[in-house]
């Protein structure tokens, strides 16, 4: 009997069509493969920005809302137990090798549970009251403009805290908000690709006639979503 671990995966998967028709999606899906290219939210940038992480001052750190790296999305999960996140994200989807996609930079998210105890008190809370501490002190330096802390300031948010997420550990597995469930994994920036760096396409099989005529020139795995 095989000793290998069933539950994360050798490809790490990207979705296309969360909140979308499934004629949207097929098509976004369709222009990523021929593009070749996997770009970040809002996807309509002009030129090539840098990404950067954006922070909402505003926002708890806990939310998820204070630091908005820009990223392309990929999930750790066996094709085989895909079921509950294309119920999330969509039927429409293509993968990528582990190690392809880690020479790109990828890495996974640090989950953080919201009601873990750092002490007496909740880790979510705990988080916020430090992290407004510590952006005040970054504000304070970075009004200093003393390149080396504004080096570090960069190399925290978006090298370390870009990569946290929390999740509320009450809600069940297949609730849109138990993140936890997802075993995210993140590339800061797009994604370029060749189409033979794709290791598996995900489609309903109502859509596989049209994709062949669509990318002719795609011979990995297809993989029907129903």
Known sequence: MSD???YVSEELTHFTGRDKPDEDSYGLLVKIIKEELLTYPPHDKSGNLPPISIINGEANFSSNKMINPDCVCFCDIPVNDLRIHMKKYGKFGLSFSKNFLISHGANPVFYNALNSLCGSIERGRYFN????????????????????????????YYDILSFFQFFDDKKN???????????????????????????RVIIPKE???????DVGNYYGQITFAD
Do not use: A, T
Not at 207 to 213: A, D, H, P, Y
């Open 129 to 156: 009251g430090q992290m407004s501490k510590f952006n005040e002190l970054f504000n304070q330096w970075l009004r200093e403009k003393d390149q080396d802390k504004v080096s570090l300031y960069q190399f925290l």
């Open 4 to 6: 290998l671990q069933r």
């Open 207 to 213: 859509f596989s006639g049209r994709f062949r005529e």
């Open 173 to 199: 597995e297949v609730d849109f908000e138990n993140y936890y469930m997802e075993r995210e994994w993140r590339v800061i920036g797009d994604l370029k690709f060749k189409i033979e760096d794709i290791q």
